[in-house]
Every structure is written in C-alpha cells, then in structure tokens.
C-alpha cells in the first residue's frame, strides 16, 4: 500500500510569503514576470525562469545550471525562511471562487510509483525529464509538489477538519483572488493517523507532474540510494479536485467550415449554439469556426470510453488528417476561459476550428490509469495545484 512520510520542508515566514511563493500564470507577460522576479531576488520561480534574466541564456546552458545551483545555496540559507525543525505533514488549503480544497502534503515514495501503487496516465517526454534531472541534480531543492488524488477516506477527512479548527495556520495570505492557507501537523498521534490512513488506500493517481515523478524515478535507478527515493506530493481527496478538460484548437486546417460540417455529419447530430458554449454532458462537444457556434452530439455506434478518445479519432485524426496530437503543430490546447477567448477569437480564421470537450471525471482517470494506460495529451486540468516555493524539500539530504 502506498506510504506518506513527513518531512522537514522550508518554507516562507508569515510576513511576505509572496515574495517567495507563486506560479508563473500570474504574469501576462515575460516583462512583467522578469520585473517581478528583479524585485523579488529570492522568489522561488528563480529556478524555472533564470534564463530569462540574462539575455541569451537558455535552459540548455552550463550557466543557467550553475545560476540555479548558487541560486539554490542561497535559498537553503536564508535566515527569512523557516526550515521545519522537525519532520511533519502539512495541511495546505485553497480558496477559489468561494469553494476550499483542502488536502495533505508529505513526502512519496518513488518505489510506490515503480510497482503501480503510485499510478499515471500520461506518457512524458524524455528530453523534458533530462532538464528536470539536471535541475534537480543541480540544485537539490524541489519547489513544487507533484498533485495526486485518491478516493474518499472519511476518517482521513475528518482529521483534516480537525487540524483546521483545532490549530493556527502558519501561512494565510491571498494571491491573484486565491487565498493560501496552510498548517503544519506536529503532533505525532494526527502524524500516525493520516500515515496509516494513506497506507489503506490501494492506489494514489497522479493528477498533475508526471514529468517530476518520472524524473525521480530515473534519479533513484542511477543513485540507487535511500536519500534520492523521496519527493513532495499533494494529496486531494477525489472530492477536493477540479477538473477541466484541455479544449482542442486547430489552426491552418485546409478544411473550411462547411466541408468540415458535411464531414462530420456522418457521426453527429449538429445544431446551431447560442448562449453557453460549454458542452453539458458527456458525448456532446462544441465546434466554434468562422463565428459561428455549433453543438456537435455523437450518434454513431461505437462505443467511447472517454470523449478525448472520440474526438482524436473522429474528427482530429479520421477529418483533419492529425495523427499525432503531440507533436503536430497545427494543435493548440486550451485551459481556461482566459485562454478560451483567445481561441474563440482565433477561430473566426478561415480553416481554424476550435473543439470543446466536456470534462472527464476522477474515476474515468482512475480506471485508465488501474488499467495500465495512457490519455491523449493534454486530456484534463487538474486544479488546484500547489504553487512554486510554498512548501520547498532538500532533495537528495
């Protein structure tokens, strides 16, 4: 069964977290991410964005390691940042729109995830785990915990409730309308607990950081040693997670609206869209092209078990001739209603047409990833995550 261990994580003091936590999707912009990170010297986002303080610096470069390593020495050493004094969990809580999510941090163990206790369902990119492995080589810190879900455990939900009203959090602040909560669970019988209840479950899924799990995994098969076994992790109850589903744009299609409408009327009921262009239920989807909106619903025979595996199949791969959703160029996947209406914006172009899926649900997630398999890129969006440099682990110690 799959194990959590508490751990001696360093973190912001109560005063300016901001000035050392937060994600990179705060900023509109490079310019207003580079002035940022100027005026924050110590901001943890330092270690994915160095390169962009220095003109002509990439992340290929010896120097942007050697920037981060002396950029990590400083972290571990900074008198404004508390290093736990003893290992403990840590009750992390978000606030959006008015809903909390609520889950645990601790330590995983990469052994979990190398015999399928610890599932996935994305594959990754080896170029992308090679970065990740210098970084992590580079710098020992990891800034960021990887997101996993689980299913219910009353008992082990109960006690979080417990820890929230029973004592103080150590951090609570808002940044960009969400407000960040989080407390540190010292006392070692709570400790004992959710241990044990985490040892219950059969299985944790990954929901967001295939790529770090994956990397540590290759870490701890070269070093083979104890002290590389571990990494950070976010869990959430099912009920605690959001997901969203990644919306297909395709640019430069060759295919006008009205061939792509015959083509597809062979496997869909389409009817013109006004209003709400999210689809409402599983099997129906929304086509946005040359201004108009239409609600495509799925009439054929077979059967699907995900809409992403539909839409691949029938329209990106059987209409549009796209094959490869990972690395063709003319895919855009969009998150978000920010990144929406750039997309429905872009559609109004002639030969661009924008997909929109209806989102999975956990167990969907959870069946593909018991079985063994692997979603199309960019199948969901799973909030909330972690942010960058909240909770900091000293890798490899």
């Known amino acids: 069964m799959p194990e959590l261990k508490p751990f001696r994580a360093i973190r912001p003091e109560a005063d300016d977290p901001r000035a050392y936590c937060g994600n990179s999707d705060l900023f509109s912009t490079d310019r207003e991410l580079i002035e940022y990170l100027r005026d924050h010297p110590d901001h943890l986002l330092h270690l994915t964005k160095m390169h962009l303080m220095s003109n002509g610096m990439s992340q290929r470069d010896d120097a942007y390691f050697d920037a981060v390593q002396q950029f ?46 610890i599932k996935r ?22 800034a960021q915990s990887v997101l996993m879900g689980h299913r219910h455990h009353e008992d082990l939900h109960e006690l979080l409730k ?77 009920h605690q997670l959001h997901i969203d589903p990644f919306h297909r ?32 239920e599983k099997g129906q989807f929304t086509l946005v092209t040359n201004g108009e909106a239409f609600e495509l619903e799925y009439r054929g025979n077979r059967s699907f078990e ?44 002639e030969g661009t ?8 649900s956990f167990e969907e997630v959870c069946t593909i990833s018991d079985r063994g398999e692997v979603m199309p890129p960019k199948s969901t969006s799973v909030e909330p995550k972690s942010i960058i440099g909240l909770l900091n682990y000293v890798y490899g110690e």
């Open 306 to 349: 995900l809409d992403v595996y539909l839409i691949e199949e029938l329209v990106l791969n059987k209409v549009l001739g796209i094959t490869d959703t990972r690395n063709d160029d003319r895919i855009e996947f969009v998150k978000g209603d920010s990144q929406l209406r750039d997309a429905i914006e872009s559609s109004i172009t």
């Open 353 to 360: 047409h924008l997909f929109m899926l209806h989102p999975c």
């Open 121 to 142: 369902h994305e594959n990754t990119r080896v170029d992308r785990e090679k970065f990740i492995a210098r970084l992590f080589d580079s710098t020992k810190l990891i």
């Open 249 to 280: 744009l395709v640019a430069d299609s060759g295919v006008g609206q009205e061939q792509l409408i015959q083509a597809l009327e062979s496997e869909f009921e389409i009817r013109p869209l006004v209003g709400d262009l999210h689809p409402k």
């Open 72 to 117: 990590s020495s400083r972290i571990k050493s900074n008198s404004n940042l508390i290093r736990e004094e003893k290992p403990a969990f840590y009750v992390y809580r978000q606030w959006i729109n008015g809903i909390h999510h609520t889950g645990i941090m601790g330590l995983v163990d990469i052994e979990d995830y190398m015999n399928d206790r």
């Open 162 to 238: 417990k820890v929230v009203a029973e004592t103080h959090p150590v951090l609570d602040f808002k940044q960009d309308d969400i407000h960040h909560q989080l407390w540190v669970v010292k006392d070692l019988r709570w400790q004992s607990s959710i241990a044990e209840f985490i040892k219950q479950k059969k299985a944790l899924y990954i929901m967001d950081g295939h790529h770090r799990i994956a990397t540590i995994a290759r870490l701890y098969k070269e070093y083979g040693t104890e002290q590389y076994r571990y990494l950070p992790a976010y869990l959430l109850d099912e």
